[in-house]
C-alpha cells in the first residue's frame, strides 16, 4: 500500500508544541504522522519553533528542516496553515497577520466546526501565571524539563535494551505531583472559561503538553499535547467531531504487529563443505 492509498484525511488538524530546535523534538515522528495525515485547515497551535532554547545554543538537524518544509508542501498542495505562536515562539506575534510561504500568523483565532460549533483556538501560555507573571521563573521550570527529558532519553534507552517499550518517566512525575496536578486541572478550567467568555462552545490549545479531550461546564476542552514526549495531534473529521491521535502509540503498535510476523525461512537445502567437494 502506498504512503497516499493510505493516508487518512481530516477536515482540521491541530499540532502544537513541536520545539524544533529543541534536542528533545521528535521531528522524525512528526514527519512519520504528516505522511499518512492530510486535511484542508491545519493549526500549528504555539511552540512549533523553540526560540529559548535556540538563544541558548543552536540546533537545528535536517530533520527539523524537514518538518517546515512538509507543512509548506502541504501549504502549497491547498491546505490552509494557520500559525498561533505560543510563549517559546513569541517572536512571531510581532508578525500577527502576515503570510509566510502560505502560512497565516495570527494571536488566536476561532474555529468553526462542521456542525457548526465554534472554538477558541489559542496556544494557552496566556492563562499560565508562571510564563506571564514570572519569566526567570519559567525559564528554571524550562531548564528543568530539560533535565527530566535527558533521564528519560537514558531511562528508555535502557528500557529498550531490556525488551520493554517506551515510557515517559516526566509524564508521570508530572501527573503524580500534587502540585502539577492542580495547575494542570487550574489551566484547563481557566481556558474552558476564557472560551465561555468569548461566546465559543469551546477551546483548542496546547502549552502544558498534556493532551485531552474533556468538558467543563458544557464548554468543551481540547489539548494537542505535544511532540517532544507524547507525540499527539487532534484533528476534527468531516462530521465536526474531534479524534485525539496518539502517534507513537500507533508506531509502537506497528512495530509490535512487524516483530510478530513469521519469518520466511528459506527451503533451500544447506549444503555441507564436505558435500559440496
Known sequence: MT????????????????????????????????????????????????????????????????????????????????YVPGNHDEFLRDFTGRHFGGVEVKLNDVHVTADGRRFLVMHGDEFDVVVRNARVIAYLGDWAYDAAIAINLVFNKIRRRLGFPYWSFSSWAKLKVKNAVNFIGAFESALAEEAHKMGCDGVICGHIHHAQLAEYSNIAYVNTGDWVESCTAVAERHDGSFELIRWSEVVRARARAKSAQPRIVSEQPIVRPTEAA
Open 3 to 82: 504512503d497516499e492509498a493510505a493516508t487518512r484525511h481530516f477536515r482540521t488538524l491541530f499540532i502544537s508544541d513541536i520545539h524544533l530546535g529543541a534536542k528533545a523534538a521528535q521531528a522524525d515522528m512528526l514527519i512519520d504522522f504528516l505522511r499518512f495525515h492530510d486535511a484542508e485547515k491545519i493549526y500549528l497551535v504555539g511552540d512549533i519553533v523553540d526560540g529559548w532554547r535556540l538563544k541558548r545554543s543552536w540546533n537545528w538537524p535536517q530533520s527539523h528542516n524537514d518538518v517546515v518544509q512538509k507543512l509548506l508542501r502541504k501549504a502549497r498542495k491547498g491546505a490552509t496553515v494557520i
